[in-house]
């Protein structure tokens, strides 16, 4: 941008700058557009996993409610730190932190006990 700037005012500014000023501009604008090209899909790819990782805290809420709001034991026993788990998440999120482990709760990351065998 400021090699465009450069460029447009040498070329107002002289005659003789003219030709050198509007090929300077034609390189500038093309490295700049190149520069936006490029970059292009790898914020489509950060979009769409910001996108996917939105999605999933959705399904995780909708779930909570569709299967558990009527399960009083969940009610007094998990829903607390359920949804403290969904804001957890929901926190992450506006602060751009889009790892696989952003969808999981600490509580999914953690390994279960291992079930005794009768």
């Given at each position: 941008?400021?090699?465009?700037?450069v460029?447009?005012?040498?070329?107002?500014?002289?005659?003789?700058?003219?030709?050198?000023?509007?090929?300077?501009?034609?390189?500038?604008?093309?490295?700049?557009?190149?520069?936006?090209?490029?970059?292009?899909?790898?914020?489509?790819?950060t979009?769409?996993?910001?996108?996917?990782?939105?999605?999933?805290?959705?399904?995780?809420?909708?779930?909570?409610?569709?299967?558990?709001?009527?399960?009083?034991?969940?009610?007094?026993?998990?829903?607390?730190?359920?949804?403290?788990?969904?804001?957890?998440?929901?926190?992450?999120?506006?602060?751009?932190?889009?790892?696989?482990?952003?969808?999981?709760?600490?509580?999914?990351l953690?390994?279960?006990?291992?079930?005794?065998?009768?």
């Amino acid at each position: 941008m400021v090699l465009v700037a450069v460029s447009a005012g040498t070329g107002l500014a002289s005659a003789a700058g003219r030709v050198p000023a509007a090929v300077l501009a034609l390189v500038s604008g093309s490295v700049t557009a190149l520069a936006v090209f490029f970059g292009s899909e790898k914020r489509s790819q950060t979009k769409y996993k910001e996108s996917a990782a939105w999605f999933s805290l959705q399904d995780a809420a909708k779930n909570m409610l569709d299967f558990k709001l009527h399960d009083n034991q969940w009610l007094t026993s998990d829903a607390q730190q359920d949804v403290m788990d969904l804001r957890d998440k929901q926190a992450r999120l506006i602060r751009r932190e889009t790892s696989s482990d952003v969808i999981r709760t600490p509580r999914e990351l953690t390994p279960s006990p291992p079930e005794s065998q009768h």
